[in-house]
Every structure is written in C-alpha cells, then in structure tokens.
C-alpha cells in the first residue's frame, strides 16, 4: 500500500468486493480499508451485492 501511495500521492485507492467475501473484507480492513458504501451490481441476470472500499489516509 505504501508503494502505492507513494507512486500516486493525490490519487484516491479504492475496490470492489462482493459482500459475502467476508475473508477479504477483514484483510483489506487490517491494512487500511474502509467500506465507503453498499450497491447492487446485476451479474448473469442476478443482482449481486458489493462494497466500495477506499484507503483511509
């Protein structure tokens, strides 16, 4: 992460992980990640919940 911060200091960092991954969640949480907010993405015709998720400064 600080490689990153560091090659794109104004540039925010952020993903995207479905809600029901909750392994992921954790470790992006334990290295800096917030969950920004929740939203419906339709996959195979089905909608499929997931996080935004932003590292905090």
Same mark, same amino acid.
């Given at each position: 992460?600080?490689?990153?911060?560091?090659?794109?200091?104004? %540039?925010?960092?952020?993903? !995207?992980?479905?809600?029901?991954? %909750?392994?992921?969640?954790?470790?992006?949480?334990?290295?800096?990640?917030?969950? +920004?907010?929740? =939203?419906?993405?339709?996959?195979?015709?089905?909608?499929? +919940?997931? =996080? =935004?998720?932003?590292? !905090?400064?």
């Amino acid at each position: 992460m600080n490689n990153c911060k560091k090659r794109f200091p104004n %540039q925010t960092v952020a993903l !995207e992980v479905r809600s029901f991954n %909750q392994r992921a969640i954790n470790c992006y949480k334990k290295v800096g990640f917030s969950i +920004k907010r929740e =939203y419906l993405k339709n996959i195979s015709n089905e909608d499929v +919940k997931f =996080y =935004y998720m932003e590292l !905090e400064e």
